[in-house]
Structures are given as structure tokens and as C-alpha cells.
T-cell receptor, first 113, second 114 residues
């Protein structure tokens, strides 16, 4: 079985400070991992994906994520938050051989001026 | 531009009524998915289809039905058997064959009860 745990339901930062959104997964096999962002009343947009080519993955809008197999983590980071980053973020897992995804419950990122 | 179009953006259902949500994609993707999103619960899979004329139940299929008569279309019907239909519904698609292919999402339909 696979599952995804996003450790924080809400994260608040000030504009210009670093962002850390935490995600742990449980999977018996080598997973595919994704981060998506969702703005209000919109669909999900892909930020980045882990493809096993490199443990540090760079995505759009300055976001990065590091795959740590020993810690079963795939945390999302950004050096400096922007007001436009305020949104909900989802960590997503897919097992090899499966076409379906398992979503975390989401982390709402709040950015204050 | 290629993408996924969901319509309508907002939909209201009367008690005992069936309603159909539209999802069309021009990405030439084989697989399509329907999700339900409730606050604080992430996305839950309702139905998915990997090929025309075939579909599978997801985790919460009860009270819903789908069809896949054309590759580009995957409509979802919310039946009167679904007692709590109020939610945000998202359609997605992906190309099959490579496990790292992400899913692409439409902008959703918000369904409410009158």
C-alpha cells in the first residue's frame, strides 16, 4: 500500500523568507513523486516531479524538492517566498505499474507582506 | 493551446436529480480521471479510464457513473444516489506507458445542492 503524509495543514511565512513544505511517503517500491499547486477555484498545476535521475529536483517558479530515500521524504522548498506563492500544495505518489495517484491532504501556504 | 476543458464551472442540483459534468481534452491522452475534492481531504478518485469503452471504479465510485465513448471525452454523471454531492470536481488526463508522466488537470466544476 502507498500513502502520503503532508505534515502541516497550514504554513505561514513572510514575503522574502524561505518556504519548507514537508511530505513523507510510504511505499514498498520505488515511487514516482510529484508536487502540485492549486490556486483558489482552479485545477492543479504541476510544480515538479521526481524521476530517479537526480535526488534534487528543480521545478517551476523557483521551487525545488529533494528525494531522501532513507527518510522516505520529498520536501518542497523555495529560498524566498513571493505573495503569488500563496496557494494549496499537494504531494502526490504513484507506484510503479499503477496508473492511479495517491494525494496528500494538502498544505495551505500563507504569505504575509 | 492543448488542455482540458471542464464545464460548467458552477452547477446546482435539485434533490432527486441526475447531473452530468463535462470533461474534454485535446492532448491526445489515453487515460482520463475524475476526482472529488472536499476541504482538508485532498483529492479522492471517483473513476478512471485508460482506453476508450473501458473504465474502472476508484475509491469513491458509489453514486457516480461515467462513459468513455470517445478518446477526448469523459463525462461524469452524479446520480440521485449520491447523497452528499456538494464538492469541487476535477478531471485529469495523462499519457499511458511511462510511469513518470504527470496528470494534467482541468479547472474544475463546483457542484452545490439547491
Amino acid at each position: 500500500a502507498q500513502s502520503v503524509t503532508q505534515l502541516d495543514s497550514h504554513v505561514s511565512v513572510s514575503e522574502g523568507t524561505p518556504v519548507l513544505l514537508r511530505c513523507n511517503y510510504s511505499s514498498s517500491y520505488s515511487p514516482s513523486l510529484f508536487w502540485y499547486v492549486q490556486h483558489p477555484n482552479k485545477g492543479l498545476q504541476l510544480l515538479l516531479k521526481y524521476t530517479s535521475a537526480a535526488t534534487l529536483v528543480k521545478g517551476i517558479n523557483g521551487f525545488e524538492a529533494e528525494f531522501k530515500k532513507s527518510e522516505t521524504s520529498f520536501h518542497l522548498t523555495k529560498p524566498s517566498a513571493h505573495m503569488s506563492d500563496a496557494a494549496e500544495y499537494f504531494c502526490v505518489v504513484r507506484l510503479s505499474g499503477y496508473s492511479t495517484l495517491t494525494f496528500g491532504k494538502g498544505t495551505m501556504l500563507l504569505v504575509s507582506p | 493551446d492543448g488542455g482540458i476543458t471542464q464545464s460548467p464551472k458552477y452547477l446546482f442540483r435539485k434533490e432527486g436529480q441526475n447531473v452530468t459534468l463535462s470533461c474534454e481534452q485535446n492532448l491526445n491522452h489515453d487515460a482520463m480521471y475524475w476526482y472529488r475534492q472536499d476541504p482538508g481531504q485532498g483529492l479522492r478518485l471517483i473513476y478512471y479510464s485508460q482506453i476508450v469503452n473501458d473504465f474502472q471504479k476508484g475509491d469513491i465510485a458509489e453514486g457516480y457513473s461515467v462513459s468513455r465513448e470517445k478518446k477526448e471525452s469523459f463525462p461524469l454523471t452524479v446520480t440521485s444516489a449520491q447523497k452528499n454531492p456538494t464538492a469541487f470536481y476535477l478531471c485529469a488526463s495523462t499519457q499511458t506507458g511511462e510511469r513518470n508522466q504527470p496528470q494534467h488537470f482541468g479547472d474544475g466544476t463546483r457542484l452545490s445542492i439547491l
